[in-house]
């Protein structure tokens, strides 16, 4: 089996998205903290990116959800692995994330977070499948739509590799 690979999104439309994102970001938050949590591993390149470009004054967490197992499909449960460290309660929390496809990870994420008081919890993803949706997800900032693709790099992973590439592509395999 061959893996191949082919951009889909380069690192510069990437770049300059995630600082629209911030932008818009910085003019809903004017005057707030903003507490941002990151979900590892997929999502850490992307929030990272985005922190850069906030300015207003920010907070940083970090939790591991697993529910995808070494695939390309979902395999249906959603595990924490690693909880957060800090208290939501009353804090303006943003979640980031990587990609929405199914939406089931961040349904139960974001009904789960909300039980802990937070002022308010919204969903920034890089990425969006809305047609793979099958649990409902109210997502607030998004990077990109994108079609029913396998995609890696930028913190996408397939079985672990590739997270590391500086743009999104599709990820194909080929018999050889
Ligand atoms: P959901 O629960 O189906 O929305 O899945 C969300 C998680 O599945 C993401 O956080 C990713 O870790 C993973 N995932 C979904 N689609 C892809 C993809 O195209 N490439 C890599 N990981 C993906
Ligand atoms: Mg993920």
């Known amino acids: 089996m061959k893996e191949e690979i082919n951009v889909l999104i380069k690192e510069d439309e990437i770049v300059a998205r995630v600082k629209e994102l911030a932008e818009q970001i910085n003019r809903d938050y004017e005057g707030k903290t903003l507490h941002l949590i990151c979900i590892l591993k997929g999502s850490v390149f992307f929030t990272c990116e985005l922190a850069k470009y906030i300015t207003v004054p920010v907070t940083i967490d970090f939790m591991s959800v697993s529910s995808y197992g070494n695939g390309m499909t979902s395999s249906g449960s959603i595990t924490i692995s690693q909880d957060l460290v800090m208290s939501l309660e009353n804090r303006e929390v943003l979640i980031g994330e990587d990609i929405v496809d199914s939406g089931r990870t961040l349904s139960y994420l974001a009904h789960m977070l909300e039980k802990r008081g ?29 079609d029913d693709l396998f995609v890696v790099g930028f913190g996408l992973d397939y079985a672990q590799k590739y997270r590391n590439l500086p743009y999104i592509g599709e990820l194909k395999i080929k018999e050889d």
């Open 118 to 146: 937070p002022k308010s919890l919204r969903i920034c993803t890089l990425l969006d499948k809305p047609a793979c949706r099958a649990s409902e997800v109210d997502v607030a900032y998004t990077g990109f739509e994108i």
